[in-house]
């Protein structure tokens, strides 16, 4: 066997959706996985539906994700060049062979691919016009997911428009046989193309590529092929919304292929040396963002704190996020309480709203129930006298000072805990109290306890 060479070639057509990630991943593991060639090609004929925008969001997705190719755009390569538009000179000698072997003719300006077999006209009610119909043979796919594919190819097809401008068909096959391609890793939305690209491979007298044909990304929710219009589709948006690029190329690698057994988190180096073609499903996945933000809850909780931190900051950069006064100690110790409460870095600003600053959202139906019962008034004075004096400089201490007073009135840790809560957070749920109050410390804690028994009137 020939060293294995594959290829990504999206259209930038619009944005970079979970589906395109998909086939670029597969492709990549495959090539990875045998140590063959990973290479980006761009599929950019269609000139009135591409833009330069949606190329960049390609290249800023595929390299976002650790996609790196080994061929293509900005890194060259010997089959270059590695954007169709470029490549028109290509697609002509290559039309030149077919229309030499009197595979061609041309018809209404365009020209078109001849199939081999007895023709005969027949009247297209649907269409309402009289069309040609060829009895070819079957057309065979060898598909590594699908096995053996047959499919009746039955009607010449136009391979140049009469703009000029070859068609999908031709330059898809004209690069894959100029490219080398041996593995054609897609979407099954391109199963139905396949049987012309056969006859296309046929006509230039090489030997079609194995296929695999990737089952498709359902929805969510109700029927039907997930679009880049449904919430979660897009790629871009993972990064901005602080995802962890490792989680997400971990879930997409799941929709579609398992790794046997129960295992879902795997690092990558270990999916490269499970993935195979043949272990991709033949039935469709579907998308769970529930899942996704779960896998990425679990790299979060994989990652050193210092990592965890460093993101962190990066990500509230990002966000134009301020933190106030605080120092790279403090905001390393509010992260130590985030890390193992948030699925994602976009929870963060909410869940640590009330470290930075004295001005923060209070949840009223939280503060309703948490003043629901008991004299909370009474409670919060007595735990502000308490603090004084009390040790707050670790956990340990300041639940001790806090068990202590509930032991004198008779009361549980729970009396004071909720409204402390509601009353220095704004909140009723988040990091334990005993950490909120060594963390924001004596003074802070004092005074917001003091302001909000003043709003209970
Ligand atoms: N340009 C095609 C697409 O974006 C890819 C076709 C193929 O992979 O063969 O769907």
Known sequence: MSPVRVRFAPSPTGFFHIGSARTALFNWLYARHTGGTFILRIEDTDTARNSEEFLNVIYDSLKWLGLTWDEGPGVGGNFGPYRQSERAHIYREYLEKLKAAGRTYEKD?????KLIGDRHEVYDEHRQKTVTKVKTAPMVIEDAIRGRVERIEDEDFVIVRSDGNPVFHLVNVVDDIDMQITHVIRGEDHLSNS????????AFGVKPPIFAHIPLILKQNGPGKMSKRDQGALIEEYQKRGYLPEA????????GWNPGGDREKLPISEIVSLFDLPAVNQSNARFDDKKMAHMNMLYLLALPPAEFTAKA????????????????EYFAAVMALAQPKIKGFEELPAYTAYFWSETYPTDEKAKAKALGKGDPKARLAELAERLLTADLSSD????AAIKALAEERGLGFGDYQGVARIATTGLSAGPSITSLFRLLGRERVIARLERFAATLG
């Open 396 to 399: 340990a201490s300041v639940e």
């Open 313 to 328: 900051r990066a990500y509230f950069a990002a966000q134009n996020m301020n933190t106030g006064e605080a120092t790279e």
């Open 109 to 113: 300006g365009a020209t078109w691919f």
């Open 248 to 255: 997400l190329v971990n879930f997409i690698c799941l929709l």
């Open 195 to 202: 049987s012309k690209h056969v006859a296309l491979f046929e």
